[in-house]
């Protein structure tokens, strides 16, 4: 029996990392909102690895946070160990990764959620969703509770439809031992939306005191930790340690052995695989060649002894992990918490999202995290952040948040969601963006904080500090173009001292930091009107120094592609009409509607010749409707 229980502005079906940025943002920006979980202790769960960032999953958090998002916040509060990946590389690929203590995350995550004002909290899995009509929508619990609200925002992860597999065993259930939600699937399928049967896997945790830590190689943090968040004044300290361990011969022959147990490799398992997290099984199968594997043992918090195995995703039968467990130095003795698994789970095809993550045919509702086809905390939590913008926006008649691939990470994954689709679970990657050396995570707050003050979800404080930081900036460089290094012997012996040349004439500062040998450390002595600067400042500095000229090819770059993502396409143009498009084009175009023709060039099967047509078609109807204009005008 249903019964009216409310009615709301914005839904959020999910308090995974999606939902939580979706629920926040929306309640921010001004709207009712009410958030679901199957379970409350789901909220903010780390069901994998407890930590938090790696290689571009550092830079979504650094974006996520710039645009006025939590994830980098809660991060910081509860990370207990901190390292920033790939220094000894570019600084586009610079990373922060942090192991965060697991209960410590989910607990700041439920209580921000809980203090934060215009939004219900509430434990209740959704068992229907109904369109009333554009931007009307009713969503039904379990208990027949029904909720009206303009905006809905599917944030179901790895529960919708989950379902475990260890070995021959396999059962309905979401992540560590949570129920899954098994009603919604069928109801989105009924509407018409397309769903796909997603898999993933995690490694075992297992107990620390059973560990002969003697045998491991110990991996510390970082000596200088740096904060994910713009906004943390004191950075996190580094409080416990991770060790490194390699999987043996032994080790390779029991997987092999038992290798037809595998539900992934007896065709139990329907769901497709994340191709940037492979199990063991799969490492020793498609690494034949190799002999060992590296396994990193992390902490999953400090008031715990579970130990997770990073590199042991499997979901071979519990029996055969823990022999298989045992083959590895440092493991001999030891025992299994948690078993590690693999999951199965219903997520939508994104082709049927607009970049505002917006369904195409159904207005007023969102897809965001692992339900849009990604995987991974960071990638949920970016889409989260946009889908909960963008319903909020809607509802306040404001313009949608779009974000371009040129401008941020976040925009380069929505992009590829929903123009090019997703053939297996989404990871993001440095690889994935044209425009590395722009978009790095230490630039995150200029290329974004201006944004989220737009849009109003960035506070006043946070502005202040971003202004002020640009400020330093500008100063800085500055100074840098217009101090002059007289040459000296004490400057030149520091010169040579760097395997530089010496300078016979006065040089900018700017002149000498862009020399590869030099950088702020190595220039402290003979620049002495150096100002106290953050670290973050200098390290900015630095890079767009040293980087100068790569930085303005890729603007320039940029500056082109923006001239086609400026061409907009509208909603309802049917594209059967316009002639001289390639059948093939026809089809894709109707299907993904894109809302430039800067999208429409990175759909597959759309090529140059349909975007020639496209732009021909674009400039007539905007000559078409000046002249319309001219008209009007005339006539009035
Ligand atoms: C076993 C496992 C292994 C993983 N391995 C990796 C990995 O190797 N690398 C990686 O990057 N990521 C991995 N992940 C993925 C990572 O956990 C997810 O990417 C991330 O948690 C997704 O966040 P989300 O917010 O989309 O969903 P989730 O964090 O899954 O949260 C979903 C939320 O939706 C709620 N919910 C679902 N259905 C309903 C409903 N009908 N009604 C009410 N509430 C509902 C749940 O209660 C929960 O709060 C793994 C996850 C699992 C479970």
Request: with cysteine.
């Amino acid at each position: 029996m249903e019964y009216f229980a409310g009615e709301f502005d914005v839904a959020v079906i999910g308090a995974g990392h999606a939902g939580i940025e979706a629920a926040l943002a929306s309640a921010r920006l001004g709207c009712e909102t009410i958030i679901f979980a199957t379970n409350l202790d789901s909220i903010g769960n780390l069901p994998c690895n407890p930590s938090i960032g790696g290689t571009a999953k550092g830079h979504l958090v650094r974006e996520i946070d710039a645009l006025g998002g939590e994830m980098g916040k809660a991060a910081d509060k509860a990370t207990i160990q901190s390292r920033m990946l790939n220094r000894g590389k570019g600084p586009a690929v610079h990373s922060l990764r942090v192991q965060v203590d697991r209960r410590l995350y989910s607990a700041i995550m439920k209580e921000t959620l809980e203090n934060q004002p215009r939004l219900l909290v509430k434990q209740a899995e959704i068992v229907d969703l109904r369109q009333i009509s554009d931007n009307k929508w009713e969503v039904v619990t379990k208990l027949g509770a029904l909720y009206r609200a303009k905006a809905v925002i599917i944030a179901t992860g790895t529960f919708l439809g989950g379902r475990i597999f260890v070995g021959e065993v396999h059962y309905d259930s979401g992540p560590d031992g949570m129920f899954a939600a098994t009603s919604l699937s069928q109801v989105l399928k009924n509407m018409g939306i397309s769903l796909r049967r997603f898999k993933t896997g995690t490694p075992p945790r297992v107990d620390f005191k059973t560990i002969d830590l003697d045998k491991l190689e110990v991996q510390p943090g970082d000596e200088k930790v740096v904060p994910f968040s713009f906004e943390t004044e004191e950075p996190p300290v580094n409080r416990a340690v991770c060790y490194i361990t390699w999987t043996t011969q032994k080790t390779k022959e029991i997987i092999l052995k038992n290798l037809h147990r595998s539900p992934m490799y007896s065709g139990v398992i329907e769901g497709i695989g994340a191709r940037y997290c492979p199990s063991i099984e799969d490492k020793i199968v498609r690494f034949a060649d190799k002999e060992t594997h590296q396994l990193f043992i992390e902490p999953c918090g400090l008031n715990t002894r579970e130990a997770y195995l990073q590199g042991c995703s499997t979901s071979l039968p519990e029996e055969v992990q823990a022999e298989m467990y045992r083959t590895i130095p440092g493991l001999e003795n030891v025992q299994i918490m948690r078993t590690a698994y693999a999951i199965e789970y219903d997520c939508c095809d994104p082709l049927q999202l607009y970049p505002t993550l917006e369904f195409i045919k159904f207005k007023g509702l969102y897809g965001a995290g692992q339900f849009n086809g990604t995987s991974g905390y960071e990638e949920a939590a970016a889409q989260g952040l946009v889908a909960g913008i963008n319903a909020a926006l809607k509802i306040k008649g404001q313009p949608p948040l779009i974000l371009e691939r040129s401008g941020s990470y976040i925009g380069t994954l929505i992009d590829d969601l929903v123009t090019k689709g997703v053939a297996d679970p989404y990871r993001m990657l440095t690889s994935r963006s044209e425009y590395r050396l722009v978009l790095r995570q230490d630039n995150a707050d200029e290329r974004l904080t201006p944004l989220g003050k737009k849009i109003g979800l960035v506070s006043d404080e946070k502005w202040e500090k971003f202004k002020e930081k640009q400020e330093l900036k500008q100063q800085e460089l500055r100074r840098l173009t217009t101090t002059v290094i007289r040459p000296s012997e004490e400057v030149n012996k520091i010169l040579e001292k760097h395997g530089t040349t010496p300078i016979q004439t006065g040089v900018r500062l700017v002149e000498l930091m862009r020399r590869p040998q030099l950088g702020y450390e190595q220039l402290k002595k003979v620049d002495n009107t150096r100002p106290t600067l953050p670290d973050a400042v200098m390290e900015q500095v630095e890079t767009e120094i040293k980087y100068e000229g790569y930085i303005k090819r890729q603007l320039a770059q940029i500056k082109e592609a923006k001239r086609l993502e400026a061409l907009s396409l509208p909603e309802d143009i049917d594209y059967y009409e316009i002639t001289g498009l390639r059948n093939e084009a026809k089809e894709k175009l109707s299907k993904i509607r894109p809302t430039n023709i800067g999208q429409a060039s990175r759909i597959s099967g759309v090529n140059p010749a349909d975007i020639s047509v496209l732009i021909i078609w674009h400039k007539t109807r905007a000559a078409a409707t000046k002249s319309d204009n001219i008209l009007e005008n005339e006539n009035l």
